[in-house]
């Protein structure tokens, strides 16, 4: 079973709202990922927790908060956000196994998300 | 800096024929793996494939096969018997350092009837 979860489909949040996305996976990963997408644009990788631990952060304004509570959970908190953040949210898997270059992502189906 | 790049930003062909969709990369890992993502219209990110790159022979997962040249750093993607569900954005990646995946920008590939 290689499934990522996310909820919701699809958000539409005004510019002054707080909203959360939310990622799962149950198939033991111990490394999680946030990617933004734009349309026709390859994902740009914003955030990284390996053992629910913050190691990557691409430099990502402040009113995008990642939390993992759990190996299994992540969320991303969005705050004040811009009419330039919409876009297409993806959350990715992967094992933590190998080495950081052997690693295979799984990708969830991503939140589509406008802001007015 | 890592790099992919596809040169081929659409490409089109009719139900059961046979597409290539090219990619090459720049790496200095010695070890590492590439992949083939699928993105359809719903959006989702599918992995079709994958290429260890220490590993000589070439990757098949049913219709789909690599073409893996590690010393030209290229690495085609073969789409055998293509079928209208085949229609989606094609993304070549690679791992680069840790955790990072690296994407190329991306084919189109439309299947006819």
């Known amino acids: 079973d290689t499934e990522v979860t996310q909820t919701p489909k699809h958000l539409v949040m005004g510019m002054t709202n707080k909203k959360s996305l939310k990622c799962e996976q149950h198939?033991?990963?111990?490394?999680m990922y946030w990617y933004k997408q734009k349309a026709k644009k390859p994902p740009e990788l914003m955030f990284v927790?390996?053992?629910?631990?913050?190691?990557i952060n691409e430099s990502v304004p402040s009113r995008f908060s990642p939390e993992c509570p759990n190996s299994s959970l992540l969320n991303l908190h969005l705050h004040a956000l811009q009419p330039e953040d919409s876009a297409l949210y993806l959350c990715a898997s992967s094992p933590l196994t190998s080495g950081g270059n052997q690693e295979t992502q799984y990708f969830g189906p991503g939140t589509r998300l406008l802001v007015l | 800096a890592q790099t992919v790049t596809q040169s081929q930003p659409e490409m089109s062909v009719q139900e059961a024929e046979t597409v290539t969709l090219s990619c090459t990369y720049d790496t200095s890992e010695s070890n590492y793996y590439l992949f083939w993502y699928k993105q359809p219209p719903s959006r989702q990110m599918i992995l079709v494939i994958r290429q260890e790159a220490y590993k000589q022979q070439n990757a098949t997962e049913n219709r789909f096969s690599v073409n893996f040249q590690k010393a030209a750093k290229s690495f085609s993607l073969k789409i055998s018997d293509s079928q209208l569900g085949d229609t989606a954005m094609y993304f070549c990646a690679s791992n680069t350092g840790f955790q990072k995946l690296v994407f190329g920008t991306g084919t189109r590939l439309l299947v006819s009837p």
């Open positions: 198939m033991g990963h111990r490394a």
């Open positions: 927790y390996s053992y629910e631990k913050l190691s």
